[in-house]
């Protein structure tokens, strides 16, 4: 059973380009993990917000893949100084 993750992000429409590559940055640190299995990171077409998935191997996993993610600056939860209004995150289990 997998573990992942949706996230809705909302940055400001001057930082959307410096958001979407710290976000790459984050992304390629959680390809480094043991346990992960994907992740990926998407622009609506008309730019209003980031969305970012990612798929370990367990929760566990994604826990400390995570641990990673916080030393970047990289929360589920919270506001960066990029985003106009608060991330929306959803976890999933694979069934």
Known sequence: MSFGFVAFHYPA???LDEFVQECH?????ARRQPGFESVAVWV???GSAVVTTGAFESEEAFLAASAIG????AT????SDLEIRPRE???LVSR
């Open 44 to 46: 609506t077409p008309d």
């Open 70 to 73: 916080r030393e970047m600056d």
């Open 76 to 79: 589920p939860e919270g506001l």
């Open 13 to 15: 429409p001057e930082h």
């Open 89 to 91: 995150v959803h976890f």
């Open 25 to 29: 940055k984050v992304a390629e640190a």
